[in-house]
């Protein structure tokens, strides 16, 4: 089965730090390119980092700059979310989403979807 998995998210304080990671099964990772993407409810999907095929990453988000970084790990087929420095307004869904052919797309425009993964910045 094809598929993207997320996990890390956690309950953590403000200033903390996490790494959230996006594994692909059943196929590899390498060369495609994975945006990381972000929800709250009642809110609209927000992209926030993409890292394409040739290893170029994207910062679709001015809040996040400084603070979070994107990476790849070829032989463990997963890309991996560094946050830190958490603030109150990071807490979100967080998801990933990759494309065949490399690029870093909007979110509907990929080729698969992982279910997500909850963060909580909470005092």
């Known amino acids: 089965q094809l598929q993207l998995v997320e996990s890390g998210g956690d309950l953590v304080q403000p200033g903390g730090s996490l790494r959230l990671s996006c594994a692909a099964s059943?196929?590899?990772?390498?060369?495609?390119?994975v945006g990381w993407f972000r929800q709250a409810p009642g809110k609209e999907r927000e992209g926030i980092l993409c890292i394409n095929g040739t290893g170029s990453s994207i910062i679709y988000a001015d809040s996040v700059k400084g603070r979070f970084t994107i990476s790849r790990d070829s032989a463990k087929n997963t890309v991996y979310l560094e946050m830190s420095n958490l603030k109150l307004e990071d807490t979100d869904v967080y998801y990933c989403?990759?494309?065949?052919?490399?690029?870093?797309?909007?979110?509907?425009?990929?080729?698969?979807w992982g279910q997500g993964t909850m963060v909580t910045v909470s005092s």
């Open positions: 989403a990759a494309d065949i052919r490399g690029r870093c797309k909007s979110w509907d425009e990929n080729d698969y």
């Open positions: 059943g196929f590899s990772l390498n060369d495609y390119g």
